[in-house]
C-alpha cells in the first residue's frame, strides 16, 4: 500500500490552491478524455427535458426513456398539448412520474407562451422558467448552446469539497469558488471530467483512493479504499493497478 504525503488546503495560499486545482484537471483530461454530457439529446429543448427527467433518475434509464418522448412530442407545443395521463406513463420509469410530467407540461406551455417555443440562451431567461434551477440552466447553456458555465450537481459539490477547491456546501458559493479556479475556457470540460469521476472513481460512500490519479494532489486521500488492488475493483471502468 502506497502512502501519500497530505495535502493541507487550508493552509494553502490562493496561487498554490489554483495551481493544484489545475494540475488536478490535467491529470482528469488524461483519465477521462471522453468525458461529455451523458444525456442524449440532438435539440436544445431535448436537453431541457432530459436535464428534468435525470432529477433522481440515472442519465442512463433517462436515455432509455426519451427516445419514445421525444418521437411522441417532438416540439415544446406538442408537448405543452400532451395527455397527462399519457406523458406520465411515458417518464413513469425515471420516478416522481406525476412532479416530472406536471414540470414539462408547465415549462413547454411557458416556452410557447413566452419563446415561440424556444429554449432561450440565457441564464436569466432559463431559471425564470418552471421547475428550472441554475444547475439546469448551466446544463443547457453549456451543453447546447457552448456557452461556459458551472453545473454544480451532487458530484461537482462533492468533489469540489474534497479536492480543497471550495469549504461551502451552497451550489453558488462552490460555482464561484470554481470560477475562481480555473479559466472560463475550462468550465466545460471541467464539469465533466469531475462528473465522470464522481461516477466512476470518487464515489460518496466509498471512494477509490488507491485508483484515483489525483490522490497525491487529494487532501481527502483516505477518506476510501487506499489499497491499489481493491481501490481498482471499486471503479466503474477498469483501470491498471500500480504496484
Known sequence: MRSRPPVDATAETPLARTRRARRVHRL??????????????????????????????????????????????PTAADL???????LEALVLPT?????????????????VEEHDGQVPPRLTDLVALPGVGRKTANV??????????????????????RLGFTTHDDPVKVEQDLADLFPRNDWRLLNHRLIFHGRRTCHSRRPACGACPVSRLCPSYGAGETDPAKAAALVREPVAVVA
Open 80 to 86: 405543452a398539448a400532451a395527455d397527462r395521463a399519457e
Open 28 to 73: 482528469l483530461a488524461e483519465r477521462y478524455p471522453d468525458a461529455r454530457c451523458e444525456l442524449d439529446f440532438t435539440t436544445p429543448l431535448q436537453l431541457l427535458v432530459a436535464t428534468v427527467l435525470s432529477a433522481q433518475c440515472t442519465d442512463r434509464r433517462v436515455n432509455q426513456v426519451t427516445p419514445a418522448l421525444f418521437a411522441r412530442y
Open 140 to 161: 443547457v447553456l453549456t451543453d447546447a448552446f457552448g456557452v461556459p458555465g458551472l453545473t454544480v450537481d451532487t458530484h461537482v459539490g462533492r468533489l469540489s469539497r
Open 95 to 111: 420516478g416522481f412520474f406525476r412532479a416530472k410530467a406536471d414540470a414539462l407540461l408547465r415549462l413547454s406551455a411557458r416556452l
